[in-house]
């Protein structure tokens, strides 16, 4: 079975946006080698999942986009998750407006390689909240926000995490990657 791999660049205070969502905070940190790290990631996916909002701001960015990480964000099959969005243009889009818990187990039991989930904060809050996500890829910048739009918020419990791989940058980026502890 596939497993939902949630890959999300967040502060060192845990923040994912500023109050206003601007990201230009996370660019400063970008080098060749991290570049590389996430490009890489991009094509370890099989399916990338996403919320409306992430949808139309990605989908109005990389068809036209020469970055590097535009290949696999254009060529990979997305899936976009809204209640409101009625058909996607973007390359290998389509849009579910189903329930989320029951989409999301359907897509883990399609063949293939691992799903990965993009933000918004929303989005990802709501695969966390429905314990939906099997892994954490998480991108810790070297600063600290005092405040925005939380990774984690309205968890009906607490979500206890083991490490399973750390990696630390030139430019001071720390990507972790954790799983969540099953309960016995």
Same mark, same amino acid.
């Given at each position: 079975m596939r497993k939902v %791999?949630?890959?999300?660049?967040?502060?060192?205070?845990? #923040? %994912? $946006?500023t109050p206003d969502r601007k990201l230009d905070w996370i660019f400063r940190d970008f080098d060749e080698?991290? *570049? *590389?790290?996430? /490009?890489?990631?991009?094509?370890? $996916?099989?399916t990338h999942i996403m919320g409306r909002v992430t949808y139309d701001a990605m989908a109005a960015h990389w068809p036209s986009s020469t970055e590097v990480f535009a290949p696999p964000m254009n060529?990979? +099959?997305? /899936? /976009? #998750?809204?209640?409101?969005?009625?058909? @996607?243009?973007?390359?290998?889009?389509?849009? /579910?407006?189903?329930?989320? $818990?029951? @989409?999301?187990?359907?897509? *883990?039991?399609? +063949?293939? *390689?691992?799903?990965?989930a993009h933000g918004g904060t929303g989005f990802a809050q709501a695969l966390s909240r429905l314990g939906l996500i099997d892994e954490y890829r998480l991108i810790i910048h070297p600063i600290a926000l005092g405040n925005g739009l939380p990774l984690f918020k309205d968890l009906p419990s607490a979500i206890r995490l083991t490490l399973l791989e750390t990696r630390v940058f030139n430019t001071g980026v720390a990507l972790h990657v954790y799983q969540p502890v099953t309960s016995e």
């Open positions: %791999v949630l890959k999300m660049d967040v502060s060192l205070d845990g #923040f %994912v $946006a080698e991290l *570049k *590389k790290c996430i /490009v890489g990631m991009l094509w370890q $996916a099989g060529e990979i +099959p997305k /899936v /976009v #998750f809204s209640k409101t969005l009625k058909e @996607a243009n973007w390359n290998n889009s389509r849009v /579910v407006n189903g329930d989320l $818990a029951e @989409a999301i187990s359907r897509l *883990k039991q399609q +063949p293939g *390689k691992d799903i990965l």
